[in-house]
């Protein structure tokens, strides 16, 4: 369809830009370049420079595929409606002081399979408008998280196939990033992760985080943090199982797929899954020696409190202070307060959820000791729903249509043989080092779409909505 109505729509746009009065035609245009209403296309011109006189009304700017190794300073200063400038398939390995001053009307900014080698604290100055930053496919080692400060805008950052043992994860945080929701750091080199940082990014950053096919080191911390995602249905865990890879210290050659292999890790204390106490929703009693523990609503829980004062023959009294009821120290339905201080929770329901702590005291010798469990009561899980195909046909011609639209206008065609062919943006897509215009897709297509594109690092999917339950709770 695309490519049949190609010319048709291409010969009346440029009927259009003809009939305009002679005012209003683009200033301009560098002979190397197609200029399209407020779009410039200089890709693939084998450009090696930043050419001079750049149409300074254009909003969207593509240098793909040329073999710039340099942007000067100021380069895109004269172009003050810039949002979109995609540097692709250069030879850039660094970026100078000042590359994108008076640019900072930027949104995106694509700068994917260069030869980047680091990200350094003066790359993004000034472009706090800044929403989506592509990096993949670089050679970058290092980022700093001075650089990424600024970026106070951004929701989305692609970081993967490139060389990161480490990334600044302290400096994100909800404050200062307040909408990214996703940040690709698969296929690097990571071994050892600040998992404590990791675990207190911000929650919609902790859902968007994809860490696969990394080379990290198996050890309780980071099964625990993946295991968290897991459990409430984050998209990396699900969509990449396989891809999230540990190696056995001690054995680099053992590589465990450790969201399929999970019983490398049953000696860490990390959640306790409701289907381990048996069948979900099944009313069996958990008794929790763990410091955290997540239960299906209507489940019965029971909450111990061994301290260390336990088992020393001393007469304790207990009292707990719950979430919901404030403080208890004797049971009073739903909750049942046994006289060895566990505390049952009969039928446990989402608003249970929370902190619990437990105070041993030894009356005696004057002593007491607390223990805290953190209770994470998740929904029953819904009957499972036959998909809408009305609407999901309806939303996909749309984004076909829209997909035509952005064809037509983001990639002019300098030579009717298009010499490297770009995918139709159609409803379902997965990214690729090669691709410059993203898709968004419905889940039902990422699902089709990742049995053929497995070996692809980065995927654009919906973010999943409408669930709680992000924090992490301190542990005892
Ligand atoms: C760039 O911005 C600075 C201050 O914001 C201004 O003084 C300067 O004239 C601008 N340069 C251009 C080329 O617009
Ligand atoms: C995993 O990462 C390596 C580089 O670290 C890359 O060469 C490889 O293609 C990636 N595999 C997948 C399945 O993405
Ligand atoms: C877990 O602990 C038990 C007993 O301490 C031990 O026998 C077992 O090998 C451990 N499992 C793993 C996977 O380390
Ligand atoms: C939780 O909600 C139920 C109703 O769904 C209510 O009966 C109960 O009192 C609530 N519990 C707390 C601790 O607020
Ligand atoms: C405390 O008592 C209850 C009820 O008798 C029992 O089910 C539970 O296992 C006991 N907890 C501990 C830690 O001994
Ligand atoms: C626990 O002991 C401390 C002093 O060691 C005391 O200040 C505190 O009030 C005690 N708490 C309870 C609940 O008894």
């Not at 980022?143 to 993967?160: D, E, I, M």
């Not at 053992?254 to 306790?272: G, P």
């Not at 105070?359 to 000791?369: F, K, P, Q, V």
């Not at 993203?438 to 690092?457: C, I, Q, V, Y």
Request: with cysteine.
């Amino acid at each position: 369809m695309t490519s049949a109505r190609r010319p048709l729509l291409a010969q009346l746009l440029l009927l259009l830009l003809l009939l305009l009065p002679p005012g209003c035609r683009p200033a301009a245009c560098p002979s190397v370049c197609l200029c399209l209403s407020d779009t410039v296309s200089c890709s693939a011109a084998g450009l090696t420079k930043l050419p001079l006189a750049l149409p300074s009304f254009s909003v969207t700017l593509d240098l793909g595929h040329n073999r710039l190794t340099w942007l000067p300073p100021g380069g895109f200063a004269r172009m003050p409606r810039l949002e979109n400038l995609a540097l692709a398939h250069n030879r850039l390995d660094a970026l100078g002081e000042g590359a994108f001053r008076n640019a900072s009307g930027l949104r995106r900014l694509d700068l994917s399979a260069n030869r980047l080698l680091a990200v350094e604290r003066h790359y993004f100055l000034g472009l706090w408008r800044l929403e989506e930053l592509l990096l993949f496919g670089n050679r970058i080692a290092a980022v700093s998280g001075a650089a990424l400060s600024g970026l106070s805008g951004l929701r989305t950052a692609y970081f993967s196939a490139n060389r990161l043992a480490d990334f600044p994860f302290a400096s994100i945080r909800e404050r200062s990033h307040p909408f990214l929701s996703m940040l690709d750091l698969s296929s690097n080199r990571m071994r050892r992760l600040p998992w404590e940082a990791v675990a207190a990014l911000p929650g919609p950053v902790q859902r968007g985080l994809y860490l696969h096919n990394n080379s990290l080191l198996c050890d309780c911390a980071m099964y625990a943090v993946f295991r968290h995602w897991e459990l409430r249905g984050y998209g990396a865990p699900r969509d990449f199982a396989d891809q999230h890879t540990c190696t056995a210290p001690g054995n680099p050659r053992a590589t465990i797929r450790f969201l399929r292999q999970a019983r490398f890790f049953q000696n860490c204390s990390v959640e306790q899954p409701a289907a381990a106490a048996g069948a979900w929703g099944a009313p069996l009693p958990v008794t929790v020696l763990l410091p955290q523990v997540t239960v299906v609503a209507g489940q019965r829980v029971r909450l111990d409190c061994e301290t260390a004062l336990s088992g020393g023959g001393a007469a304790l009294s207990f009292t707990w202070r719950t979430p919901g009821r404030g403080p208890l120290a004797a049971g009073a339905p739903p909750l049942s307060l046994f006289a060895n201080g566990t505390l049952e929770i009969a039928a446990a329901e989402v608003n249970d959820s929370g902190s619990y702590v437990c105070t041993a005291a030894d009356g005696e010798r004057a002593l007491n000791a607390t223990r805290e469990v953190s209770v994470t009561v998740l929904p029953p899980p819904p009957p499972p729903e036959a998909f809408n195909t009305g609407y999901t046909t309806l939303a996909g011609c749309v984004v076909t249509a829209v997909g035509v639209l952005v064809y037509l206008y983001m990639t002019p065609c300098r030579c009717g043989c298009c010499k490297q062919p770009r995918p139709p943006a159609g409803p379902a897509s997965t990214f690729d080092p090669g691709d410059i215009a993203p898709a968004l897709f419905s889940p039902a297509g990422a699902r089709d779409r990742r049995e053929t594109h497995a070996h692809k690092h980065v995927a654009f999917l919906e973010p999943a909505s409408g669930e709680e339950g992000t924090d992490w709770p301190p542990e005892s």
